[in-house]
């Protein structure tokens, strides 16, 4: 039997990953998305807050606002001047963008960041970002496996409950040293 493992040389339209990598998966996209996330609208703003050149602002606002990550649009207040807002679609990447910030605390700088994101309503720290099974358990490595999309479509369309049958491979045993 195959192992079930994800395409690694799809890099077309089959994968989520290399297709969201070539739109935001750059430092300075990473940098402008930051940004915006703490109110930064303007270019000349984007230029002085996060020290990028500024033909490279340009082209990678461009890249984000025809990838529909941000908008581009006339500010209220001076028709003259335009702003960059994120989307819909540009906000949904919140948790990644945190996600990848609480893993460079841990792993990178070692200590937090300042300032501290909060819950608007509590005013405590958020916790970490984490995976989270249909029952909102949180998962770990150990925890995941690969199912195949169409075994597990047909699967749920008939009535039983019973996963069992399924082919899997378990994500820990991807990382457990080789038999040579």
């Keep these: 039997m195959d192992k079930l ?6 890099l077309g339209s089959g994968c989520s990953l290399p297709i969201s990598l070539e739109v935001i ?13 703490n109110g930064v609208k303007h270019f000349e703003d984007f230029l002085s ?15 984000l606002v025809e990838a529909g990550i941000m908008s581009r649009r006339p500010c209220d207040h001076d028709k003259r001047k335009v702003e960059y807002r994120l ?3 540009g906000a949904e990447l919140l948790p ?6 609480q893993w460079g605390e841990k792993w ?6 300042n300032p501290v994101l909060a819950d608007a309503r509590d005013r405590k720290p ?22 195949d999309e169409t075994e597990l479509r047909d699967h749920d369309s008939g009535d039983s409950e019973d996963r069992q049958d399924l082919n899997v491979r ?5 990382n457990e040293p080789s038999a040579a």
Excluded: Q
């Design 5 to 10: 493992t994800e395409n690694l040389s799809d």
């Design 25 to 37: 998966g750059e430092r300075w996209c990473f940098m402008i998305l930051r940004a915006s996330f």
């Design 49 to 63: 807050e996060i020290g990028i050149a500024r033909n490279i602002l340009a082209n990678r606002l461009t890249r």
């Design 87 to 89: 989307t819909d679609k």
């Design 96 to 101: 990644t963008i945190v996600s990848i910030r």
């Design 108 to 113: 990178e700088t070692g200590v937090p960041s």
């Design 126 to 147: 958020i916790t970490a970002i984490s995976i989270r099974a249909h029952d909102d358990r949180v998962l770990g490595l150990d925890d995941l496996c690969w199912i």
């Design 170 to 174: 378990h994500l820990k045993e991807i």
